[in-house]
Every structure is written in structure tokens, then in C-alpha cells.
Nanobody, 115 residues
Framework: QVQLVESGGGLVQPGGSLRLSCAASGSIFSIYAMGWYRQAPGKQRELVAVTVSGGSTNYADSVKGRFTISRDIAKNTVTLQMNSLKPEDTAVYCC?????????WGQGTQVTVSS
């Protein structure tokens, strides 16, 4: 089992920045991918960014150039730096970990972009 605990999020004005962090504990040796998904009201959950073992990353087209994902393997954390935020980025952001034993999710943190 893997436990994920998120921090960060909140309310920010358009054009602002936020930083989300996710700390993993438990069977972390089994994790080969970590990332973030988001779900806005009335919409399906979508991938925001993911990083896999070896360092490769993948981003949703809507966040490329604005968001940066990074993983600290020694600290078992993954961070999402979000810049130039837009109202359409408003959603619940959930941390994700993919491991050899299954997929794991955090409880989610609300990000609201509004003036």
C-alpha cells in the first residue's frame, strides 16, 4: 500500500502561481510513476502532468509551458509548480502514484483561480 498526502492549493488570482506537493509513504519502492490529475465540476478527471522513473514527463496540452512537475525520489515527493494560472485551471487536484501493485490516489486539494 502507498499513502499520498497533498499540500498546497487554495485561492489565487488569474495570472498567479501555486505550488502543490505530494508526499508518498508506505510501499514506495513499488512506485514507478507519480503525477497529478484534476477534476472540475461537471467534467471528467483529466491528467495534468506525470513523471515516470527515468525522469521523463508528460503534460496536458492545456498546461504545457505553465506547469512544471518534479519528483524528489530521496524525499518521496512530487511537486507541481503552477504558473500563469487561468480560471479554467480551477479544479480539485489529486496526486497519483502508479506502482507495480496498483494505482494510488490522494484525497485531493482544491485550486480556485478567480479574481
Amino acid at each position: 500500500q502507498v499513502q499520498l498526502v497533498e499540500s498546497g492549493g487554495g485561492l489565487v488570482q488569474p495570472g498567479g502561481s501555486l505550488r502543490l506537493s505530494c508526499a508518498a509513504s508506505g510501499s514506495i519502492f513499488s512506485i514507478y510513476a507519480m503525477g497529478w490529475y484534476r477534476q472540475a465540476p461537471g467534467k471528467q478527471r483529466e491528467l495534468v502532468a506525470v513523471t515516470v522513473s527515468g525522469g521523463s514527463t508528460n503534460y496536458a496540452d492545456s498546461v504545457k509551458g505553465r506547469f512544471t512537475i518534479s519528483r524528489d525520489i530521496a524525499k518521496n515527493t512530487v511537486t507541481l509548480q503552477m504558473n500563469s494560472l487561468k480560471p479554467e485551471d480551477t479544479a480539485v487536484y489529486c496526486c497519483y502514484a502508479g506502482g507495480t501493485a496498483g494505482s494510488y490516489w490522494g484525497q485531493g486539494t482544491q485550486v480556485t483561480v478567480s479574481s
